[in-house]
């Protein structure tokens, strides 16, 4: 069983380097372009289901490399790491790798990295119950991606994740046995 793991396209957020969690914002036009590369090669893979962020930049992402029209299910569980008061905010002000870090992480207005990693990890359990011998391919953020590096791999010693990156509509594969 495997997992293909897509992030969705570029945002202007992104572009602009703005913390982007659950401000409901489209791909821009080379977030169309990326996602338009990434479809030939999702063509070519053997999956049975998609698992899609409810998001707009998601499911826009999703309708584009999703080419082959897999049935396709929406489950929160894959929507960004929410950054509550501090979403927007010009991530160059802040202490981002910190953002990304377990126990620093705490010091932001927001959802904790161990509580976005348990609803993550919950739904990779219940994709491996439900699911065995089909192929998944889920669609969702770059956070999520993370933590789903972080199940197959585990969490670096240092408990810092921000280098753990996935660029966007970047493909990464994970063997679920």
């Known amino acids: ?34 996602c338009k590369e990434a479809e030939k090669l999702v063509k070519n893979l053997n ?60 010091n932001f207005p927001s959802e904790t990295i161990e509580e976005c990693r348990n609803r993550v990890y919950e739904l990779i359990e219940e994709i491996k119950e439900k699911y065995k011998d089909k192929n998944i391919l889920i669609v969702t953020h770059n956070g999520i991606c993370r933590l789903f590096y972080t199940y197959f791999n585990g969490f670096p010693r240092n408990s810092d994740i921000f280098d753990i990156s996935q660029g966007n509509a970047q493909i990464k594969i994970y063997e679920l046995r």
């Open 1 to 34: 069983m495997y997992l293909y793991v897509i992030r969705h396209g570029l945002t202007d957020w992104n572009k602009e380097k703005k913390l982007l969690s659950r401000e409901d914002l489209d791909i821009n036009s080379e977030g169309i372009e990326q």
């Open 47 to 106: 999956y049975d289901l998609v698992i899609c962020s409810p998001m707009l930049r998601t499911r826009h992402t999703e309708n584009i490399v999703n080419s082959k029209e897999v049935p396709v299910i929406y489950d929160d569980r894959l929507k960004e790491r929410d950054a509550r008061d501090i979403e927007g905010i010009d991530v160059d002000t802040i202490d981002y790798r910190g953002y990304w870090t377990v126990g620093k992480d705490k």
